[in-house]
């Protein structure tokens, strides 16, 4: 008998709840064990009817013998960080899905998991229901790892979308993500970048085994995206995706952000829709990967998570994965400092603009010029778009 | 240290030498343990610089109690099955990428591993660098598997999307892919189907737990897909793929085809171009999830069996996977009797059919009549087309 404690009974707690009901057979045939949760830890208790599992204090689960695996879904870092680093510290292995707690400190509870020979597992944190994490680690064994690239947050995309396949604005699409229940009332975590933020350092964390803190990775929105661009991005076959991006650059550097990307039709990413999320993995000898699938949603983040807690159960006084060691000293490169290509519309005329840029496409030369430039640095972009009156600049995914 | 026996010194079997000399450091992170190939089987020796490890008896390995692992790289079935089955019962786990064989003597050969508690592993023979059997087995623990949909060979994948994309014929396409070395000379393993049938069974023997023999799955390839209807689906954003599908149907029954589909753009397995694979799995919980990466090539091929080498040499005496039992008995369903729709072109004018099918959509009334059909039998689709002058007929995707 594998015993649980449930932190939150939210969106992802109650899919948490339900799988492992419907499952318990199949749960049963994986591990050898009954998995039953002992306690769903809640602000204030109400009727449903498991409620006498309903507690409110976090003493009773922390101090309870019984309990080998604790699943972290109240979201946030306070309290759930004191909770999380009390139970390893009680050698109770963790799951979470937790994006925040994890980017911010994964590296110091990762630690605690080691020295108490347990489990710290997360694979829900970073694309819901997508096993990305797992494949990370468990099955590239025989690759580097050069770069990953991800569609990681579901209501952006869904915005994106409406944009490119009803011509929506913006505000339009926002508050109609609203109205289903996508955004959040204050959305900013999502459309500010920051949650894919969180998961793009989780993923470079995992690479690299370097804990990498989203203040220092420059992150961008998609509150400026205009639906002009989408539409001459459509009309060349093109559209504009919120990525996450991790690359090695070198044997030392590492360029990471999080920044609205021109993507084109060839890239699995540019096919990759609505809520689902989508990572691209670049190898030396596999090759191009990519996993696709749902992001979000009680079930498939249920699903990760209940998933999650079978490894813990198999692994029990055994630590699995181990932490990033401080060894591998990466540096983040100035996302100014890479050459890329970037998508460029301007308020001025083609005459007036022909002589400061060379070797471009242009893309739209009426009331605005529009054009892709060859690979340079934002850093000499700008200074080339100094005195020229700038509608948009997105960079381009090569 | 690890010892490995190597079987055959082609594609597969030059991908996992250079790996495992590349990789050396990486992997004995992973392992603990020094990975050494001692031994490579060959038919006849040649000049390379480590030809010190050719040698051309079989007994030699057999009977090496060094020998760990046995990666068998040789391909058919004979002598491969001999060998195989002879390491297992001499103790020895053996990965191999050789679909064939599993598709044909894998219920068998996990037997015999699990007798002996090694370990009978397979990733790199479906899919290639994509971990598909890896996340089937060990992600999807939450989960029941539905459907399995995938395009599971490049050479008839490249021979569509050059059909697609540059017009060209069924014949003009096979004679590239042969000439860039896509396609054999004797291509029918790949365009009638055969090893995209053995692949989904071998899938379907993982997802079911039972055993399905290729013999017993209706197989079409790709001989008779026609340019014209490759051009009538694009212009509705459809295009055809080779699919293996394996979809339980009811509690005991499963449905398993390898043929032609018309798939639509909305789909990620339509995005899947030149000789990329992609599966696509249907859950109950975790949703729809698709994987796409190289499904073939030395160091792809390599980089998967050399992930099955560190599985075997991190489990050495614990069979980890556990062949399907036989207490679950599917009944495979009859081809014709699964409902789905079709798209159908007949040499005849529109007011001679109209009577015949009811609620289709029309796509072309010139000189063929081109439709797509609501969902029936291909049995009753057959009864309709009994009286008319049929050009094609190809399932569609839903």
Redesign the interface.
């Known amino acids: 008998m594998a015993k649980i404690a449930l932190l939150g009974h939210g969106v992802v707690g109650t899919?948490v709840v339900n799988?492992i009901a419907t499952?318990a057979e199949?749960?049963f045939k994986?591990t050898g064990e009954k998995i039953e949760i002992k306690y769903i830890l809640v602000r204030h208790d109400y009727d449903v009817d498991y409620k006498e599992k309903f507690i409110t204090d976090f003493s009773i689960i922390e101090n309870d013998e019984e309990i080998d695996i604790v699943v972290e879904a109240i979201g946030d870092t306070e309290p759930a960080y004191e909770y999380v680093k009390s139970a390893l510290k009680k050698k109770k292995s963790v799951v979470t899905s937790n994006k925040e707690l994890v980017a911010k400190y994964g590296y110091e509870l990762m630690q605690i998991a080691e020295e108490k020979n347990v489990n710290f597992i997360f694979e829900a944190a970073v694309g819901g229901?997508?096993?990305i994490i797992?494949?990370v680690r468990?099955?590239?064994?025989?690759?580097?790892v050069n770069s990953i690239s991800g569609i990681l947050n579901g209501t952006t995309n869904y915005i994106l979308t409406r944009m490119i396949e009803e011509k929506m604005s913006f505000d339009v699409a926002l508050k109609q993500a609203q109205e289903l229940g996508y955004a959040e009332a204050d959305p900013s975590a999502d459309i500010d970048g920051i949650d894919t933020c969180r998961k793009i350092c989780i993923l470079a964390d995992i690479i690299f085994k370097n804990h990498i803190y989203p203040e220092n990775v420059y992150t961008q929105g998609i509150r400026k995206v205009r639906l002009e661009d989408v539409d001459i991005l459509k009309s060349i076959g093109g559209c504009i995706k919120l990525l996450g991006i991790a690359r090695r650059v070198d044997k030392c550097k590492i360029f990471i952000i999080t920044s609205p990307f021109v993507v084109f039709?060839?890239s699995?990413l540019?096919?990759?829709?609505d809520v689902f999320n989508a990572v691209q993995i670049e190898?030396?000898?596999?090759?191009?990967?990519?996993?696709?699938?749902?992001g979000a949603?009680s079930?498939?983040t249920?699903?990760?998570v209940?998933?999650d807690i079978?490894e813990c159960v198999l692994n029990k006084g055994k630590t699995i994965y181990h932490g990033w060691n401080t060894e591998n000293k990466y540096l983040l490169v100035d996302h100014t400092e890479v050459p890329m290509r970037f998508y460029v519309a301007l308020d001025e005329s083609y005459e007036k603009i022909k002589d400061i840029f060379e070797d471009i496409k242009i893309l739209c030369a009426e009331e605005e010029t529009v054009f892709i430039t060859s690979k340079l640095t934002l850093k000499s972009l700008n200074e080339k778009l100094n005195n020229v009156k700038v509608k948009s600049v997105l960079r381009v995914l090569d």
Do not use: F, Q, W
């Not at 540019?270 to 829709?273: E, F, H, P």
């Open positions: 899919g799988i499952k199949k749960l994986e229901a997508i096993p797992h494949e468990n099955c590239l064994k025989a690759n580097n039709n060839e699995i540019s096919a990759t829709n190898t030396d000898n596999a090759g191009i990967m990519s996993l696709y699938g749902r949603g079930l498939p249920g699903s990760a209940v998933n079978v």
